[in-house]
């Protein structure tokens, strides 16, 4: 039987024969390279000159120590935790949707988080400051219940598990629903809004290391069942029938990854806020880098957000030092940027 | 700043409109608001509304309290004003709730879209600047011009100045060996009050050194580092926020938090001190009995 | 493999229906049916569009439940069955499938998916079995591309791969030939003849193309009201069974082999 009766595809430059898996560990190894030199920046970079930091890392001093190792390494690593869980969040989302514009908060769960922030803020009067140190269940469980609660209200919504369309639409909805009863709660009480403010544009300002522990603890958790499940997204890929027809337990494996994508959403904005794009965009960066399975995705996509998320939040303390900008309007510009220049070389290939 | 010519101008137009009309009681009042925009009232208004807490203090620091018929969600001093319905904030005004209580001005802070809309009601609107410690004597000059009172606007003024001055005079005295490092924390973000803010003015005059400098802008978002480097003496911060000071990744080194040097106010304070307005000498004392008590 | 013993052991239809009526809301595609497929033939579905074909098939598959009665796969009732047991039986070709990002030799390694399970890696018999489907539909050379950068009737063989590394003993096809040229369509015919009989597979196809359709060994005919008949290719030509079906005249007759449809514009 010939191959190429009929109309035969044209080979593009990057689908040759090259030792794909070769390639992908090349990647790999360039994601952590570059997370490490940005952690090695993070420690340079603030209020301080480059100079004057390589000072303090020369000679050691209890104030200097403090920003060092208190204040910037557990920042910049948080940072990156953050971004690896919200590039997971990411690639499971645009997988499970077969979506490339899906992304972490599709489902309702950061107004949700949002929400249970608000509540506990107003019903305890506790500060937003300790949204980012409390490594216990409070705030951080007010937020991961309030996102289970949005991505709840969403399944119930779209009646089961299994139509896409009207999940992704139910999530719109409650998106939208609860964003207006935070909103109202939020008029009641100006002050409330004001740190509401601060958690819905993204910190990154008050990460320590109870955040980093926190943070790494759910990456490491979610990473081996999401590679676990990884063969299953690849058949989704295929259609839901054909998934369906392999075998796949269709509703347990949406459910399972439904679940993924709450815990690792919830974690990251119960501890840097709502922060957008580098979920977006972590797994398009390596798509476009190079071609991946879904296992693959699952490695890399956390590895790119992670850099993204410390590069962003470096620029946010540099670019109006001693101030700083709200992490999520620095992403925003990234991400932004990058998807038009995305769309913009698609439109020149076609 | 445009305010000081501006003050000027106001000061002796009204001036000029109340010496010739003599108790302003039957001549037009005409003044022009921060915004240069004329206002022409054939008499002092009876029926005011005030969108800005500062503002109705100010009127009822004049005596006038009896002709405020609406106010803003926000004012709540003093106590007679809690029976006035309220409008809403500043931002989101419930604009049938002015209408229908039919002022014959409306007293407001700078905000483009409501201002837009109560003037196309109909209604007269009065805008004014009220960021410094200068907007405080210029909008009793003002509100005073506008209500017929010109002398117990003087009088208050005059006051005013001499509370505060006492107040802060004695303050820096005391201070003036320890000149203590001061920290100011607006709002959780970390938002700090520099010295051009008004905050930032009064902890000026008082003779404490603020962390922040003039050209951070009157409240910047802050690195946190930026407050351990500086290392404060005394930090300003709400009752809610303080305790979680010490959880903040490196703030246990700052002398303020490691000494338990920490200020906080409770609303009805911190309104004395966040106001520019007349209760202004209040908030300097507040700032200052808490100063001596915890500064070093 | 172990479908041959079973098909000598036990002596009931692999595929079988039983009183089904399956409907869309108001509309009922499926009244009542109840049919049996033929072990180790290829059974074709023909019929008009909209008679339900397609509802059939995929009811046979399990993905549509039905309203009233019962769909029996080896003997047992389909919804009994464990889906890993029911994945090793019985293999799917749809008629549409979105463009995936897979690489070809992946997407052919899913059809290994109810042996290996998670957990588990592809061993020499799931390799030998991918490379197998992938010679036989000719898509070996292809097997390091995208299935995005494949045109249509290359994916459609890339699927079609899957199917047959599925090694399964029941292959269920809807529209397997749609995007292919006359040549490999031909192909796919030889493809599923050669399963049912020396495969000692059961294929049931839906296809659309009366001359490729009636290349099977067994029609099943469906008309907008109902089975109109089942039996032999000759059989249905006999009783006239097509004609019944698509309301106009068709001519088919006997060429060889195969047959060849004529439409009969006479009146």
């Known amino acids: 039987m010939s191959v190429t009766r009929g109309v035969a595809a044209q080979p593009i430059g990057s689908e040759r024969a090259v030792a794909r898996f070769g390639k992908f560990k090349g990647w790999v190894l360039i994601y952590i390279a570059v997370a490490v030199l940005l952690t ?105 219940a309030g996102a289970c609660a949005g991505i709840t209200l969403t399944l119930a919504l779209s009646r089961g598990v299994l139509q896409t369309p009207s999940l992704l639409l139910a999530g719109v909805v409650v998106a939208f629903l609860l964003g207006a009863i935070m909103s109202l709660l939020l008029l009641r009480s100006p002050e409330t809004w004001r740190a509401m403010q601060s958690f819905l544009l993204g910190s990154t300002g008050f990460l320590g290391w109870r955040s980093v522990a926190l943070l790494a603890v759910v990456l490491a958790v979610s990473l081996p069942p999401a590679g676990l499940l990884s063969r299953g997204l690849d058949a989704l890929t295929l259609g839901e029938d054909t998934a369906w027809s392999l075998g796949i337990p269709l509703a347990s494996l949406r459910l399972a990854l439904l679940g993924l994508l709450s815990l690792t959403t919830a974690a990251s904005v119960s501890q840097v806020g709502v922060v957008g794009f580098v979920g977006l965009v972590a797994p398009h960066l390596v798509r476009e880098s190079v071609h991946v399975n879904s296992r693959q995705l699952i490695v890399a996509a956390p590895l790119c957000g992670g850099a993204l998320l410390q590069a962003a939040d470096i620029l946010s303390r540099w670019i109006i030092r001693p101030s700083e900008l709200p992490v999520g309007i620095v992403t925003a510009c990234l991400g932004g940027t990058y998807l038009v220049v995305l769309l913009w070389r698609k439109a020149q290939r076609e | 700043m445009r305010s000081r010519p501006g003050a000027l101008l106001v000061g002796l137009l009204a001036l000029v409109c109340t010496c010739a009309a003599g108790r302003a009681a039957d001549a037009p009042i005409v003044l022009f608001d921060s915004a240069h925009h004329e206002l022409r009232l054939e008499h002092p208004p009876t029926r005011i509304a005030s969108l800005l807490p500062s503002l109705t203090e100010t009127v009822c620091e004049l005596q006038e309290c009896g002709h405020l018929v609406v106010v803003d969600r926000y004012s709540n001093w003093p106590a007679s004003v809690a029976q006035l319905p309220k409008a809403g904030g500043l931002e989101d005004v419930e604009i049938e709730q002015i209408v229908s209580a039919r002022p014959d001005v409306v007293l407001v802070a700078h905000a483009p879209r409501v201002l837009e809309r109560l003037r196309g009601l109909g209604l007269v609107v009065f805008e004014f600047e009220t960021q410094r410690y200068a907007d405080i004597g210029r909008n009793v000059t003002v509100i005073g011009a506008l209500l017929g009172v010109p002398e117990r606007a003087a009088r208050l003024n005059r006051q005013i100045e001499d509370s505060v001055e006492e107040v802060a005079a004695a303050a820096r005295s005391r201070l003036a060996e320890r000149a203590p490092l001061v920290y ?96 202004v000498a209040e908030g300097y004392r507040a700032l200052t009995e808490c100063l001596l008590r915890v500064a070093p | 493999m172990n479908s041959t013993v079973l098909s000598a052991v036990h002596d009931f239809p692999p595929l079988s229906l039983r009183e089904v009526s399956v409907g869309f809301g108001p509309r009922t595609v499926l ?68 463009v995936s990002d897979l690489l070809v030799r992946d997407c052919v390694a899913l059809a290994r998916f109810a042996h290996t399970g998670w957990l588990g890696s592809l ?86 193309d009366m001359s490729v359709a009636l290349l099977a060994d067994e029609i099943i005919v469906m008309g907008m009201h109902g089975l109109v008949g089942q039996g032999s290719v000759s059989q249905a030509l006999d009783e006239g069974w097509l004609s019944r079906a698509f309301g106009t005249s068709i001519k088919v007759t006997r060429s060889g082999t195969s047959y060849v449809w004529q439409p009969d514009l006479a009146e």
């Open chain 1, 40 to 144: 090695g920046v993070s420690l340079v970079v603030g209020t301080s000159s480059v100079r004057t930091s390589l000072g303090w890392l020369m000679s050691p001093a209890v104030l200097s120590d403090a920003v060092l190792w208190d204040i910037r390494l557990p920042r910049t690593l948080g940072a990156w935790s953050a971004g690896a869980l919200l590039g997971l969040a990411g690639a499971i989302a645009q997988s499970v949707f077969r979506n490339p514009l899906a992304e972490p908060y599709l489902l309702g769960s950061s107004s949700g988080a949002a929400l249970g922030v608000t509540l506990s803020l107003l019903v305890t009067e506790t500060s937003l400051t300790g949204l980012a140190w409390l490594g216990q269940l409070g705030l951080t469980g007010a937020a991961f």
């Open chain 3, 123 to 208: 061993t020499l018999s799931d390799e030998a079995a991918v490379e197998k489907a992938l010679l036989a539909t000719g898509v070996r050379e292809l097997a390091a591309r995208r299935l995005s950068t494949l045109s249509g009737g290359e994916r459609q063989r890339v699927n079609l791969a899957r199917l047959l590394a599925a090694e399964c003993p029941i292959l269920l096809l809807d529209e397997p030939t749609t995007h292919l040229d006359p040549p490999h369509q031909i192909d796919i015919a030889r493809i599923l003849r050669q399963q049912a009989h020396h495969g000692r597979g059961t294929v049931v196809s839906a296809i659309h």
């Open chain 2, 184 to 279: 100011f924390e607006v709002d959780s973000g970390p938002y700090g009050a520099g010295p051009q803010s008004f905050i930032g003015e009064m902890l000026g005059r008082i003779g404490v050194r603020n962390i922040l400098t003039a050209d951070l802008g009157p409240f910047p978002r802050l690195n946190p580092e930026y407050v351990v480097r500086a290392n404060p003496d005394v930090i300003f911060i709400s009752p809610t926020e303080a305790p979680h000071l010490i959880h903040r990744p490196g703030w246990e080194r700052i002398r303020a938090v490691r000494e338990q040097r920490i200020c906080s106010f409770p609303p009805a304070v911190r309104d004395t001190i966040v106001r520019p307005g007349p209760r």
């Open chain 3, 31 to 98: 009244a009542r049916l109840s049919l049996d497929v033929p072990r180790e033939r290829w059974t074709s579905i023909v019929g008009p569009n909209g008679c339900g074909k397609s509802t059939l098939l995929r009811t046979l598959m399990g993905l549509l439940q039905p309203e009233n009665g019962r769909v029996w796969l080896e003997g047992r009732v389909l919804a009994d069955w464990s889906r890993r047991e029911r994945a090793q039986r019985v293999a799917w070709l749809p008629q549409t499938t979105p």
